[in-house]
């Protein structure tokens, strides 16, 4: 559906920052979700942050909250993920996803149908 293209991934102390970006090919209608997963070794793919086009509205799993942001630029086709205040349990492969769709629950990773390749961010204590 959507071609996704991540950036900005790398290696960085605890307590340091990493801007992550999404660039997404055209958005064929204006209802759609995008966001930011991530995957450690031996654990699950969740959720981290999420927005919703038609009305951008957020989510953010509760062990990022305060420490990551999620912004978009429209014009631009871009989604950026803000990590602040990283700590090792951070460390993991980051993938952006996309739904052209409306999602009432955001960030449900089943629900995504776009992928990018994943970058990774690692945390060192």
């Known amino acids: 559906e959507v071609h996704l293209v991540e950036s900005g991934g790398g290696l960085v102390q605890a307590g340091g920052s990493l801007r992550l970006s999404c660039a997404a090919s055209?958005?064929?209608?204006?209802?759609?979700?995008i966001g930011w997963f991530r995957q450690a070794p031996g654990k699950e793919r969740e959720g981290v942050s999420c927005i919703r086009s038609s009305d951008g509205r957020t989510y953010y799993a509760d062990s990022v909250k305060g420490r990551f942001n999620i912004s978009s630029d429209n014009a631009k086709n871009t989604v950026y993920l803000q990590l602040n205040s990283l700590k090792p349990e951070d460390t993991a492969v980051y993938y952006c996803a996309a739904v052209l769709a409306f999602l009432r629950r955001l960030c449900r990773t089943a629900a995504f149908r776009s992928w990018g390749q994943g970058t990774q961010v690692t945390v060192s204590s």
């Open positions: 055209r958005f064929t209608t204006d209802d759609y979700a």
